[in-house]
């Protein structure tokens, strides 16, 4: 009997990880569990207690602290919905491609995907807009509820011109955080890239997250001092996980100086450590 050729069993190999992963995803489904994958600066994929795959800031192919099995879009499995926090590069960047990959809407600032539809990237249908305050339930009115919450930051766009070759920059809209709330109630804030703000304390007496991913990288973002006393004194989740750090040599804060700031005090979060690529069971 013949050998089948190379590039069919390149495609076998790919249909068998992929069968892997949508059982994998079932079964998960089935234990009731929310499932938190963090991939590297604000990359995160996020499995809901329904087996829903919801993509955050998706920076892949090129992230340097993405792993090398996620850096390919297709390592990634499913996807039933994107949200981007703002239009910069390292949170926007693959966004797009997964869209049209999972036939997924991209949800981001109202602005952001304005532009993303006028510049057609992608197609309206895939670029649904909403802003701060607002709450979108794309599964249902009982699957995840997802509302767009204040962060203090920029959002420019940048765009190569495929008529002139050249460089633009576009408005982006307001960046945002994402409170989603689960099918089972287990909250999560994403904060996508922010300083600190005085109504992070609102927003946390609003929403009450169980899991905050704080940005902890400082210069664009908050040092570790800063996500710790936010953490500490105004958002008081049960866990913290720090994002955005180590992929440039201007993000210096670590998760050792966000643990030390945040300090051991009774009823202060749990910092969950780990290497990109870990996923975190609640």
């Known amino acids: 009997m013949s ?68 850096r390919a879009l297709t390592g990634v499995g499913k996807v039933d919905l994107i949200l981007v926090t703002h239009a910069h590069f390292d949170h926007f960047a693959d966004a797009p491609a997964l869209a049209l990959m999972h036939k997924a809407p991209m949800y981001g ?6 532009t993303v539809t006028a510049l057609g990237i992608l197609p309206a249908e895939l670029a649904p807009r909403f802003g701060k305050g607002g709450t979108i339930m794309p599964f249902g009115p009982t699957g995840v509820k997802i509302t767009a919450v204040r962060a203090e930051h920029s959002s420019e766009l940048a765009y190569k011109n495929p008529a002139t070759g050249k460089d633009e920059v576009h408005v982006g809209g307001e960046p945002v955080g994402f409170i989603l709330e689960m099918e089972n109630g287990f909250k999560i804030w ?78 202060t979060a749990r910092m969950l450590v780990g290497e990109p690529g870990q996923k975190f069971d609640f």
């Open 109 to 114: 600032p109202a602005g952001m995907n304005q």
């Open 190 to 267: 994403h904060m996508g890239d922010t300083g600190v703000f005085g109504d992070m304390r609102l927003i946390g007496d609003m929403y009450r997250p169980d899991l905050v991913l704080i940005p902890i990288g400082g210069h664009f973002v908050m040092n570790p001092a800063d996500a710790a006393m936010a953490v500490r004194d105004m958002i008081k989740p049960r866990f913290a996980l720090p994002i955005h750090y180590g992929t440039t040599p201007v993000l210096r804060g670590t998760p050792a100086e966000f643990l030390s700031a945040l300090g051991t005090a009774p009823g």
């Open 3 to 70: 050998q089948p050729s190379p590039s069919t069993t390149r495609l076998l190999r790919k249909l068998l990880a992929a069968a892997a992963l949508c059982s994998a995803t079932v079964a998960f489904a089935q234990n009731g569990k929310t499932e938190v994958l963090w991939l590297g600066q604000a990359a995160t994929r996020i499995t809901t207690p329904t087996g829903k795959v919801i993509m955050i800031d998706p920076w892949l192919t090129s992230n340097p602290k993405t792993p090398a099995d996620f």
